[in-house]
Each structure stands twice: as C-alpha cells, then as structure tokens.
C-alpha cells in the first residue's frame, strides 16, 4: 500500500501536469515580447527586462498570448518558474512594483541624499545604503520609504536590505518594517510585588 503523502497531490489522469506552467499568459498591446535561443525579453512602456529560462523549455508565442513547453517531465520543476517569471516581467515593464517600509522609534528616519539613502535607526552611526540603477527609492516623510521598480526580485530585495539594518523588536515593535506588517509583539519582564 502506497503511503499518502505520497499519492497527495498526484495527478490521476497520468499527464503530470503543471498548473503554473501551463497557464497561457496574455500579452498587452503596448509590451513586445521576442526570444532569442533561451532567452526571453520583455520591452514596456517601463523599460525592457529580459530572463534566461532552461535549455529545454521553449517559448509560444501566438498573437497575444504566450505560452511556455517542455520537452519532457526532466525539467518539470523549471517548468512553473520560467512561466511566474515570465509574467512577472510583463507585470513589471506595464505596472511596476513597489514596496513601502517605515521607520518606528524615537530619532528613526531616512533621508536621500543624492543617490544614496541615509538612515538613522538608533545606532551610533547611521547607515548609508546606495540605490541601484534599476531602483528608485521616494521619502515621502522622513519615517516612510517607498522602493519602486520594474524588477521584482531587485525591488524585493532591496527592500529587505533596508529592514535587515534594523528588523523590528518583539517588546516595543522599535525598527524597520514593512507598510501594514504585523509586529508580534511579546510581553517583558513584569517587576515583581
């Protein structure tokens, strides 16, 4: 008898499909799309982001819709991430992404200067960050931040470097963090009767 986790999940028709990879995405009028051997490329009114998928996976383009195959069941697990990339793209050059973040904390705040990103979070010093090329970084007020970009992964990962320089606490929720994130917060030492 098999066991069940091994059977969970199983498609039963046999053609192992992936449901990420399969979904055909549509293409907006104003964004070009063109593959050149494994390469894929996207072009918007935002700017042109381009991405490397496996060897074995291609691109089917029909019309304004776009399709990604595989050879064979070998790179299955590529399959889903090539198609999320993909659209992530499209999303990017049409949309953008952003991440917002604040400062929480008595003296916590940031300031640009010039192209790098000042911020003061209770240190003895403050901490300079540089904005990459592909960013852009606005200060609404000086205890908000606001990261945008078309890359999703740059955008994301810049924004988890700034809240690593002082990722919040449990006790008074003192840090940086993420627009509407919640803070679990954990209860001190009570001074004894």
Partial sequence: MEKFWLTFGRNLGGNNMSRIGDRILSIPENVTVTTDGNVVSVKG???????????????????????????????????????????????????????????????????????????????????????????????????????????????????ADIRKLRAPEPYKGKGIRYKDEYIRRKEGKKASK
């Fill in 45 to 159: 009114p935002k700017g042109e982001l381009s991405t490397e998928i496996n060897h074995k996976l291609t691109v089917a383009l029909d019309g304004n819709t776009l399709r990604v195959e595989r050879e064979d069941d070998s790179v299955k697990k590529y399959h889903g991430t090539a198609n999320a990339n993909i659209a992530n793209m499209i999303i990017g050059v049409t949309e953008g992404y952003e991440k917002k973040l604040e400062a929480v904390g008595v003296g916590y705040r940031f300031t640009l200067k010039g192209n790098t990103l000042v911020v003061n979070d209770g240190k003895s010093h403050t901490d300079e960050v540089e904005i990459p090329n592909d960013i852009t970084v606005e200060v609404p007020s000086n205890t908000e931040l606001t990261v945008k970009g078309i890359n999703k992964q740059a955008v994301g990962d810049f924004a």
